[in-house]
T-cell receptor
Framework: AQSVTQLDSHVSVSEGTPVLLRCNYS??????LFWYVQHPNKGLQLLLK??????LVKGINGFEAEFKKSETSFHLTKPSAHMSDAAEYFC???????????FGTGTRLTIIP | NAGVTQTPKFRVLKTGQSMTLLCAQD?????MYWYRQDPGMGLRLIHY???????AKGEVPDGYNVSRLKKQNFLLGLESAAPSQTSVYFC??????????FGPGTRLTVL
């Protein structure tokens, strides 16, 4: 079985300050983990993915995430928030060999000017 | 390179009406998926296909049917729409069990 929990449904940060979006996962096998971003009224865009290579994964737009097996976490971070980062972010897990994804419920990121 | 496209973008139906949503991809992907997105629930898998002529049920398949007659197309049908099917529908495709690429979505309202 696989599942993912996004610990915050809404996060607000000021422009220029760090962003932290938290995600914990449960997986029976070696998981692949993803972060997707969805801007208002748009489709989902892949930010980054972990597939058992380096535990620190760098994505687009300055985002990165660290896979911590001991903590079953895959938190998303960015050193300095930009207004264009305002969107909904989804943490996603997939067990090894499984074609199906399991999505978290999403975290809405608001950037305060 | 259009990626994944969905038709239509918006639709309003009355209860009991039927409709078909079309998903097309130009990336020669084997796998295709249909999801629905509801507030506070993330995306849930309706049906998926691992190749032309194959389909399988996902997490929430009731009330929907699908067909994959051509590799590049994946159709989602609602035979008798219900208000509970009001949602945003996303199609995705992937090359095997790899990164999924999503379409822009179809916003469906059932009155």
């Amino acid at each position: 079985a696989q599942s993912v929990t996004q610990l915050d449904s809404h996060v607000s940060v000021s422009e220029g300050t760090p962003v932290l979006l938290r995600c914990n996962y449960s997986s029976s096998y070696s998981p692949s983990l993803f972060w997707y971003v969805q801007h208002p009224n748009k489709g989902l865009q892949l930010l980054l993915k972990y597939t058992s290579a380096a535990t620190l994964v760098k994505g687009i737009n300055g985002f990165e995430a660290e896979f911590k097996k001991s903590e079953t976490s895959f938190h998303l971070t960015k050193p300095s928030a930009h207004m264009s980062d305002a969107a909904e972010y989804f943490c996603v897990v997939r067990n090894f060999g499984n074609e199906k994804l399991t999505f978290g419920t999403g975290t809405r990121l608001t950037i305060i000017p | 390179n259009a990626g994944v496209t969905q038709t239509p973008k918006f639709r309003v139906l009355k209860t009991g009406q039927s409709m078909t949503l079309l998903c097309a991809q130009d990336m020669n992907h084997e796998y295709m998926y249909w999801y629905r997105q509801d507030p506070g629930m993330g995306l849930r898998l309706i049906h998926y296909s691992v190749g032309e002529g194959t389909t399988a049920k996902g997490e929430v398949p009731d009330g929907y049917n699908v067909s994959r007659l051509k590799k590049q197309n994946f159709l989602l049908g609602l035979e008798s729409a219900a208000p509970s099917q009001t949602s945003v529908y996303f199609c995705a495709s992937s090359s095997g069990a790899d990164t999924q690429y999503f379409g822009p979505g179809t916003r469906l309202t059932v009155l």
